[in-house]
């Protein structure tokens, strides 16, 4: 029984507690702002260059042809 009464008296507290916090938590809803959404664009794949060849012609490390497999 004990228990019970110590719920209920937290049970108290905690009520008188948020009623005490409504209007500090009504003050701060009130200095919100509403904020238009937006959707998020999607990633487009850049071109290649036209100044690059697109397939190496040798490697440039060690100036041998590159190998096919």
């Not at 904020?35 to 100036?63: I, N, Q, Y």
Request: proline share 7%; hydrophobic share 35%; no cysteine.
């Amino acid at each position: 029984m004990r228990l019970f009464y110590q719920l209920a008296l937290r049970f108290e507290e905690l009520q008188a507690r948020a009623t005490e916090e409504e209007p500090v938590a009504e003050t701060a809803v009130a200095k919100t702002t509403t904020v238009a959404g937006f959707t998020r664009k999607h990633a487009e794949r850049a071109t290649f260059p036209d100044h690059l060849s697109r397939r190496p012609s040798s490697r440039p490390w060690t100036g041998r042809p590159r190998r096919r497999r």
